[in-house]
């Protein structure tokens, strides 16, 4: 499985963007996609999961901001940003895992199997 991250950019406080991972192979469907993402000096951290049956969960940081979504028939996996704040600013990655994963789990990057290269999300007025 490989996966491609983009859609990231410079948005001033307040924007949008929409960011999107193409997956190759045929486990997209079957598996269980998330997106996280590193500050400058920071960890990594959990942003927003979605379940092949579109069931998701998000990041108190960025619940009633983010929406995640995908299109198992193009095998891509979306994350809408509204209302972008200047500590969104990070390296936004995809990743996908085919194992079954309790809530708390779908938080934990070290069990996502595969992952996207970074794409830049910069929100400075």
């Known amino acids: 499985v490989q996966l491609q991250a983009s859609g990231g950019g410079l948005v001033q406080p307040g924007g949008s963007l929409r960011l999107s991972c193409a997956a190759s192979?045929?486990?997209?469907?079957?598996?269980?996609m998330g997106w996280f993402r590193r500050a400058p000096g920071k960890e990594r951290e959990f942003v927003a999961n979605?379940?092949?049956?579109?069931?998701?969960i998000y990041a108190d940081s960025v619940r009633g901001r983010f929406t995640i979504s995908r299109d198992n028939a193009k095998n891509t996996l979306y994350l809408q940003m509204n209302s972008l704040k200047p500590e969104d600013t990070a390296d936004y990655y995809c990743?996908?895992?085919?194992?079954?994963?309790?809530?708390?789990?779908?938080?934990?990057?070290?069990?996502?199997?595969?992952w996207g290269q970074g794409t830049q999300v910069t929100v400075s007025s």
């Open positions: 979605i379940r092949t049956g579109g069931a998701t």
């Open positions: 990743a996908l895992t085919t194992s079954v994963l309790i809530t708390s789990e779908r938080r934990n990057p070290d069990n996502y199997m595969y």
């Open positions: 192979g045929r486990t997209f469907s079957t598996g269980t």
